[in-house]
């Protein structure tokens, strides 16, 4: 079992920046690690994913180019470079994690998780 701790949310304008952070409480090894969001009113959805030897990495449609995942094993942690931030990203952010038992590989769908983080706000609004 593992638990996640996201921070790095906030308010920034329109074209800002923001590095999300997710901190597990263990090693994250032989996990698929995913960042989802979720607006009022809307279904979560998958942002990014990286298998736990980053030969798999995805990006939604919508952030593809703009937002960066990366991960530090040293540190146990995920990371979500937002760059060129737009109203629409406005949403609750969540890191994920999945044990792949040695499966190289990563998923945008929500239900294949098992462990969530409690979410951190982004607001981006001028």
């Known amino acids: 079992q593992v638990q996640l701790v996201e921070s790095g949310g906030g308010l920034v304008q329109p074209g800002g920046s923001l590095r999300l952070s997710c901190i597990a409480s263990?090693?994250?090894?032989?996990?698929?690690i995913g960042w989802f969001r979720q607006a009022p009113g809307k279904e979560r959805e998958g942002v990014s994913c990286?298998?736990?030897?980053?030969?798999?990495?995805r990006y939604s449609d919508s952030v593809a180019g703009r937002f960066t995942i990366s991960k530090d094993n040293a540190k146990n942690a995920v990371f979500l470079q937002m760059d060129n931030l737009e109203p629409g990203d406005t949403a609750v952010y969540y890191c994920?994690?999945?044990?792949?038992?040695?499966?190289?590989?990563?998923?945008?769908?929500?239900?294949?998780?098992?462990?969530w983080g409690q979410g951190t706000q982004v607001t981006i609004s001028s």
């Open positions: 263990g090693s994250l090894d032989f996990f698929a």
């Open positions: 994920a994690a999945k044990y792949t038992y040695g499966g190289n590989w990563c998923s945008l769908t929500t239900d294949v998780y098992d462990y």
């Open positions: 990286l298998s736990m030897s980053l030969s798999d990495i």
